[in-house]
């Protein structure tokens, strides 16, 4: 992983799939990247002491655009981390955060982080368990989205209450 920084050309990294990935390695490693724009380490296990590491060496990525963290079980912890991880990425507009276990109380603190992204053009929450009272979060974002070209919700909201309440805003 090391001979990576040396690539200066280097502009997207992906580490989809890997199994036991050392997590502290990488994090390390990422500090040498930040010229990097896109960066995907979906369908990974995360641990929840793995999640701060790589929440921590994401957030020095200053250049990131493409975030893709698919597919990993996020939960309580992780979807913290990560909101405190969008608060620093200004730049990000691609982000998959799809299959990442995400509930309804969790989003809250997700989307407050993402209305802070202002130049996000893409964004897939697919497959989450964002019932009806995630989709109000999410539709109060969604005033803060002027830049939003593709909004995936695919499988998330499950009652036709959390329908209206996206179709309405």
């Known amino acids: 992983f090391d001979f990576l920084s040396k690539i200066k050309t280097l502009s997207d990294v992906c580490l989809s799939g890997i199994t036991n ?12 990247l930040s010229r990097i724009t896109g960066f995907d380490i979906s369908e990974n296990i ?9 929440a921590e060496a994401i957030g ?7 975030l893709n963290i698919s ?7 992780g979807s913290f981390f990560l ?14 955060i799809s299959s990442c276990n ?28 964002i019932y009806a009272k995630g989709a109000r979060y999410i539709s109060d974002a969604f005033e803060f989205m002027d830049s939003l070209e593709f909004f995936d919700l695919s499988y998330i909201i ?10 309405n805003n």
């Open 21 to 32: 990935l050392n997590y502290l390695y990488i994090s390390n490693e990422l500090y040498k």
């Open 102 to 129: 995400i509930g309804s109380d969790n989003i809250y603190y997700i989307v407050s982080a993402i209305k802070n992204l202002k130049k996000l053009k893409s964004i897939n929450l697919s497959n989450n368990r």
């Open 60 to 66: 020095n990525l200053t250049n990131l655009e493409s």
């Open 158 to 167: 499950s009652t036709a209450q959390g329908l209206s309440i996206i179709k």
């Open 83 to 96: 909101a405190k991880l969008l608060n620093t990425l200004r730049r990000v507009t691609n982000l998959n």
């Open 71 to 77: 597919s990993i079980n996020l939960g309580c912890e």
């Open 46 to 54: 995360v641990e929840k002491n793995e999640a701060m590491y790589i």
